[in-house]
């Protein structure tokens, strides 16, 4: 990792950005998501879940070769609007799981810190999100 971003601006990102939806629950892929969902329920007021699903370990390197359901999904998603929170997307792969497993959900919107998402504060090449030392 290159970078750093500081807090400030990254918090001026999270400010900016637009919802088009009206959500009805954050469901945080964990443990990236925790933070950058646990600042947008700041903002919206809307409880937030936890989807433990894991495939990197800490330095980033794959852990297995799909990503794994940690431990099982014990809240109601169906028919529920859902804003799918991610630190990075790099391939995709944990969030089309993550996405797969919330197929009951009525619509489900995707956000990231830094990747591909259908809300994204940046997609540039990697760099260290301010909460990690």
Known sequence: MSEMKSFDDVMQRFREVTFHEKFDLIVAIANGG???AAILN??????????RINLRDPAQKPRFERPQLVSPID????????L???????TGATVR???DLLHEAREI???AVNGKADYALYDEDCFKFPWIQ
């Open 34 to 36: 925790i933070i950058p």
């Open 42 to 51: 700041q903002r919206l007021n809307l409880r937030v879940e936890l989807l």
């Open 75 to 82: 809240f109601d998603i169906k028919g529920k609007t859902i």
């Open 84 to 90: 799918l929170v991610e630190d990075r997307i790099k």
């Open 97 to 99: 799981f993550a996405i």
């Open 109 to 111: 919107k995707t956000f």
